[in-house]
């Protein structure tokens, strides 16, 4: 089956806050991710996987490996260590490097331009995404990585999970507001990152000859908890707020009717100003990639305590819980569901008909370096070959999925485990607290990728 996918784009992802380190280096400026408050015992972005020194053996490891694209993301201060304002030419130098030594390799880039790391100026003079200002930064800052690197670059992603820098106050920067401004403010972030992609969508169409460009979703399959129409109702809503909310406004322009309602009856509507529909409904995406590791189920709201979840799944219309069904380990606490990544790519497609293409999807472990230099992931092997199966049935039946990315080719800094929570198929030699050698190791999923790539191309 997999060998008649010649042109499906066999990838692997990463992003720049997570691998690359060198945060103060190059002229490079601070973001919200360099300035979060980090666990005691946790890892930093001060070297993260030290990408930033290592590029040269870390491209040769990828070339290896097979794939034909990268996933990738351009740090916005490495680039505008303001988030506006004047350039920072090393930063250009050092994307064009990575995008030429990947060419030279025949590996397709896929480029993220905003990936969780946000300008700390951009916080501290117009409040980030709560001022209407960071939308123009974002547009220029846009803007000039399609006019430098549209003529190489053909795949682009617009912002990377909308839904987490909304809530996460790591990576928004939002830090002092109480509960409930906190909440409404969670809105207003999000509508005007929509406002910005549109901005990013037209300057790709301008600037960008025959250039793909749309937003990366944290999709969330939810199913309902029971048969109940309380629990089916209450799955459908999660699912329309924490997803379909955001990708209608990349897609369609507009908030769901019934959500509209919704935020307005909570006063929680974002504000919004009389030429913004223009805009909204300017430009559209021209695909969707989408970042899936587990499904959730939603059962109906009975007040219960949730302050242990995360604050996207807080909510008085519905009380989201683990899929009873999944396989719980150490750090997938949510489950496995590969058939549930089918399931997200039928409600994409029927709801937007647009290509699609998955940037993340992986096995998070507390991977062990035996003495041999060998690392032994077959639960990694099996969760991918497993998701793998359910991404070619889904083409069998004729849409449109153009690749699939797994998160991460290398082991890289998490938001909020360092470096205990790994993903990669390259095994990264550090630990939170002591950098070791930062010496690469091949996993046992690298090599079953490998062999797995090079059995589609025969």
């Given at each position: 089956m997999?060998?008649?996918?010649?042109?499906?784009?066999?990838?692997?992802?990463s992003s720049a806050f997570q691998i690359e380190g060198a945060n103060k280096e190059a002229g490079k400026g601070l973001s919200t991710v360099d300035t979060r408050v980090v666990k005691e015992g946790i890892a930093d972005t001060s070297v993260a996987s030290d990408f930033y020194h290592r590029w040269e053996e870390d491209l040769a490891l990828l070339k290896e490996l097979g794939v034909k694209s990268?996933?990738?993301?351009?740090?916005?201060p490495r680039i505008y260590p303001e988030g506006e304002g004047k350039l920072n030419q090393e930063g250009l130098d050092f994307y064009e490097?990575?995008?030429?030594?990947?060419?030279?390799?025949?590996?397709e880039p896929l480029v993220t331009v905003y990936h969780f790391d946000l300008p700390q100026n951009l916080v501290d003079k117009y409040n980030g995404w709560l001022g209407r200002e960071t939308i123009y930064a974002y547009e220029n800052y846009a803007k000039t990585l399609f006019e430098y690197f549209g003529e190489k670059v053909k795949y682009w992603i617009s912002i990377n999970e909308p839904l987490m820098v909304m809530y996460s106050k790591d990576f928004n920067g939002i830090r002092k507001l109480n509960d409930a401004a906190y909440q409404k403010a969670n809105y207003q972030m999000m509508y005007h990152m929509a406002l910005a992609e549109k901005l990013a969508f037209k300057w790709c169409h301008h600037l960008v000859?025959?250039?793909?460009?749309?937003?990366?979703?944290?999709?969330?399959?939810?199913?309902?908890?029971?048969?109940?129409?309380?629990?089916?109702?209450?799955?459908?809503t999660a699912e329309e707020l924490l997803s379909f909310t955001l990708l209608d406004l990349s897609v369609r322009g507009s908030i769901p009717n019934r959500i509209q309602k919704m935020l307005k009856d909570q006063d929680m509507y974002p504000e919004t100003e009389e030429e913004d529909a223009g805009l909204l409904h300017s430009e559209s995406a021209d695909w969707i990639c989408f970042n899936y590791y587990?499904?959730?189920?939603?059962?109906?709201?009975?007040?219960?305590?949730?302050?242990?979840?995360p604050p996207f799944f807080r909510s008085k219309f519905y009380r989201i819980v683990s899929n009873p069904m999944g396989n719980q380990s150490e750090w997938m606490i949510f489950g496995t569901d590969s058939v549930g990544l089918r399931l997200s790519i039928y409600k994409l497609w029927q709801r937007y008909n647009l290509p699609l293409m998955i940037t993340e999807n992986g096995y998070a472990n507390s991977d062990e370096l035996e003495e041999t230099g060998e690392i032994h992931d077959q639960d990694r092997i099996t969760y991918l070959q497993e998701h793998l199966e359910q991404c070619f049935q889904a083409i069998d039946e004729g849409i449109p999925l153009l690749g699939y990315s797994p998160w991460s080719f290398l082991d890289s800094l998490s938001g909020r485990e360092g470096f205990a929570k790994r993903y990669g198929f390259v095994y990264v030699n550090r630990t939170d607290q002591d950098l070791k050698d930062l010496k690469r190791y091949k996993k046992d999923s690298f090599y079953w990728y490998q062999q797995l790539i090079q059995e589609s191309e025969r």
């Open positions: 997999i060998n008649e996918r010649k042109d499906f784009l066999f990838g692997a992802s990268f996933r990738f993301s351009i740090s916005w490097k990575i995008i030429d030594r990947l060419l030279e390799y025949g590996i000859p025959g250039g793909k460009i749309g937003p990366a979703s944290a999709f969330q399959n939810i199913y309902p908890a029971s048969a109940s129409a309380k629990d089916v109702e209450a799955a459908m587990a499904s959730l189920c939603a059962e109906e709201y009975r007040g219960k305590d949730d302050s242990s979840m």
